[in-house]
């Protein structure tokens, strides 16, 4: 069973940085899933930011220039390192995967879950 457990949010001012990692277990091959962070702040809908898989990266247009993911296979662990964080990026960010090969066009309909990790972002 793939587990995913997020870590790394906190508190910060606009304008600061955070960056979040997944744990990705319970595959021998969880570098050849894609890995998406998708973030849900409160009374709206779930919002891919971005996606790592063995083809390439994609993001938001949203987050675009300001977020980056990367993984470290070894260590089975997808980063995203979030700079020039604005108030609007305020979330529960989450990671997620299918345990396939590409990122899912519907960010809101992952397989696979962690439980979030909660970033706030004081203007």
């Known amino acids: 069973q793939v587990r995913l457990v997020e870590s790394g949010g906190g508190s910060v001012q606009a304008g600061g940085s955070l960056r979040l990692s997944c744990l990705i277990t319970g595959s021998t091959v969880t570098d050849m899933y894609a890995i998406a962070w998708v973030r849900q702040a409160p009374g709206k809908e779930r919002e891919g930011v971005s996606c790592?898989?063995?083809?390439?990266?994609s993001y938001s247009d949203s987050v675009k220039g300001r977020f980056t993911i990367s993984r470290d296979k070894d260590k089975s662990l997808v980063y995203l390192q979030m700079n020039s964080l604005k108030p609007e990026d305020t979330a529960l960010y989450y990671c997620?995967?299918?345990?396939?090969?590409?990122?899912?066009?519907?960010?809101?309909?992952?397989?696979?879950w962690g439980q979030g990790t909660q970033v706030t972002v004081a203007s």
């Open positions: 790592i898989s063995m083809i390439g990266t």
């Open positions: 997620a995967t299918d345990r396939a090969a590409v990122c899912n066009n519907d960010p809101g309909k992952y397989t696979y």
